[in-house]
C-alpha cells in the first residue's frame, strides 16, 4: 500500500477550494434584489457587480444523510446606500441541522435569527469561531473595506431555505452611520 496526495486543496490564507469536489459560484448585484432596504440606491448601482462568491467542497450528494459540505464565502466591500453587502441568507430546509462559521480574513458581522425573528448578531474577524444552532437563519455582512471571507461547514442533509427571508428579511439591518457599522431594527 502506498500513501496517496490529497487531490483537494484548502488555501489557508484565501479559503479557496480546489479538487475533484470543488465548485465555484458567484451572486452578482441583479441576483439580489428585495434585498437591500434602499430600493433607489440599488437600481442606480451596476447589477452586474459581484457581490459574494461560494468556493463549495461537496464530496457526497446534496441530500445525503451524514455527509458533510465544506464551503468559504467571500463577500466584497461594498454598500447600496448605506447598507452594507451581505449574502442572502437562509434558514436550513432540515431546520435543526447546524453549521459551523469561523473568520479567515476581513471584518463583519454574522446576523442570527430565530423562527421568531429574534436577531442577535456576532462580530466576525480572522479566527472567530461561530456556532450557527438548528432553527437560526444566518447571513453575513461586510462591514469592512476589504474582502470578508468566511469558511463553513455544514451537514450535506441540511438544503437551504430561501423563501422567508426572501419575504421578510431579517429583523435587523447593519448599516454605516458615521462611518461605523450599526445594527437597526428593520421595519
Ligand atoms: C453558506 C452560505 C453562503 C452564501 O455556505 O450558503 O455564505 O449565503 P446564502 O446561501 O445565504 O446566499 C451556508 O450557510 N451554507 O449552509
Ligand atoms: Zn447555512
Redesign the pocket.
Known sequence: MTIKEAGERYNLQTGELSGQYASHSQ?KLSQLAGVFADAEAFSAMDGEQPV?E?D?HMAVEEGTSGGLFF?T?TIHPGRVGNEYFM????F?QKRETA?YYWGISGEGVLLLMDKNRRCTAEKVEKGSLHYIGGHIA???VNTGDTDLV?G?C?PSD?G?D?GSIETAGFSIRVVCEDGKAVLRESR
Open positions: 451572486k459574494y461560494v463549495a464551503g464565502s449574502t442572502k441568507g437562509h436550513h453549521e444566518h447571513r453575513l468566511v463553513a455544514w441540511a437551504h430561501y
